[in-house]
């Protein structure tokens, strides 16, 4: 079946800009989270989305990070005002109720110049 | 402060080495994963550890989970060029919605 997947693949952008990433989790999948990976080092949690819960927001770094889930399917992140320190791979996993085997996709790559 | 720190950072070795990469914690986890990601690619999970003491095997991949389900350890026998990658550990503390990551240890095989 079809796994997570996530556009752009790779997105520049200039400082200052806005930017929309999205993600498409496996199908039937209730969780779906969000995570940032700089460079050469490990996965940073932003945030969380479970069924029609009010979503775990405790790991946006600041407020010019949001995110929304239309029911249990796409998950859009944006990014206001984006600053060079945006800069990073944002990954996205999806994974059953109750389960914490996640299922990551491939990433968005953000460059902000 | 990082809640799963993991050694080490780098690792470089020869085709047919055997290496141990450790996963430590001052927290305990209820259950700890193995992932392995390649470069452009998101994180694979490799196996999920639950019982203090349990080891798994994945052919030439063997994990452990401590006693006290702190720390976990990935041995893996004769390496191959195919096992190159970036290996994390990952764990979800009690009441946490989401999972805690490993600095992770960057293995790169040398054919």
């Known amino acids: 079946g079809a796994g997570v997947s996530q556009s752009p693949s790779n997105k520049v952008t200039e400082k200052g800009k806005d930017v929309e990433l999205r993600c498409d989790p496996i199908s039937g999948h209730t969780a779906l989270y969000w995570y940032r990976q700089r460079l050469g080092q490990g996965l940073e949690f932003l945030i969380y989305?479970?069924?029609?819960?009010?979503?775990?927001k405790s790991g946006l770094p600041s407020d010019r990070f949001s995110a929304e889930r239309t029911g249990e399917s796409v998950s859009t992140l944006t990014i206001q005002r984006t600053q060079q320190e945006d800069s990073a791979v944002y990954l996205c996993?999806?994974?059953?109720?109750?389960?914490?085997?996640?299922?990551f996709g491939p990433g968005t790559r953000l460059t902000v110049t | 402060t990082q809640l799963l720190e993991q050694s080490p950072q780098f690792l470089s070795i020869q085709e047919g080495e055997n290496l141990t990469v450790y996963c430590n914690s001052s927290?305990?986890?209820?259950?700890l994963q193995w992932y392995r990601q390649e470069p452009g690619e998101g994180p694979v999970l490799l196996v999920t550890v639950v019982t203090g003491g349990e080891v798994k095997k994945l052919k030439r991949l063997t994990f452990q989970f401590g006693d006290a389900r702190k720390d976990s350890s990935l041995h893996i026998t004769a390496a191959q060029p195919g096992d190159t990658g970036l290996y994390l550990c990952a764990g979800p503390l009690t009441g946490a919605n989401n999972l805690f990551f490993g600095t992770g240890t960057r293995l790169t095989v040398i054919p």
């Open positions: 996993a999806s994974s059953l109720y109750g389960d914490y085997e996640q299922y």
């Open positions: 927290s305990v986890f209820s259950s």
């Open positions: 989305f479970q069924g029609n819960s009010a979503p775990d």
